[in-house]
């Protein structure tokens, strides 16, 4: 099975599994052995699916301010874990590739193996639910069949990424890219960056 084959189909099973409740706040259940591939890339998965559902909640018009500032909160910590799991799974591939040696004139990527797979666990939450409103029937026809258009692109899409993803690990492991893990440096969250965190602690 090739690589992005696996992340799909485990992609899938998160996204159905998460539904099953669609509930942000329900405790993830793992079905795959800590510290294997599987377990990173559904553990990915479910913190994307659960964060496009805060996201949702956010931008209800009728939300309450104190409400909508805890989902913010909620937000922020995901991103956060979100970038720490992205990083967990880069330095799986860190890992298995660390005995190939780089070829002269090797070249590295734009971004890393796990922030492509990072993409491609957005893009199956969009098809999930592009494929729910082209089945919806409260909505018009044109509706259904303008969101079965945009669901055709999308699967496209996720061929064409799953495609680049497998030609970026083929060529890692030939010698012919070779890929760096640069800690996520994200300065929003600490509070010696973050020129408002930092500026009321000069004020306490």
Not at 24 to 50: M, Q
Not at 119 to 135: F, G, P, V
Not at 191 to 202: E, H, I, M, S, T
């Amino acid at each position: 099975m090739l690589f992005t084959e696996l992340c799909n189909r485990i992609f899938q099973r998160s996204i159905d599994d998460y539904h099953r409740y669609d509930d942000v706040d329900r405790p993830i259940e793992n079905p795959y052995a800590a510290g294997t591939i599987e377990h990173l890339l559904y553990h990915k998965n479910w913190i994307d699916t659960v964060q496009w559902h805060l996201e949702d909640i956010i931008r209800d018009p009728e939300i309450d301010p104190a409400a909508a500032l805890v989902i913010k909160r909620r937000i922020d910590a995901s991103n956060q874990e979100r970038t720490d799991m992205v990083e967990y799974i880069d330095s799986y591939f860190l890992d298995r590739y660390k005995t190939v040696v780089p070829a002269d004139g090797a070249r590295i990527n734009t971004e890393t193996p796990a922030w492509a797979v990072d993409r491609l666990s957005i893009l199956a939450l969009k098809i999930y639910h592009m494929q729910q409103e082209a089945e919806r029937t409260d909505v018009s026809e044109e509706h259904r069949a303008t969101c079965g258009a945009k669901l055709s692109v999308l699967l496209t899409q996720r061929v064409d990424l799953s495609q680049a993803i497998e030609e970026l690990l083929a060529d890692i492991e030939a010698g012919r890219k070779y890929m760096k893990l640069y800690k996520q440096m994200k300065m929003y969250n600490d509070p010696a960056l973050n020129p408002v965190l930092y500026g009321k602690q000069k004020q306490d």
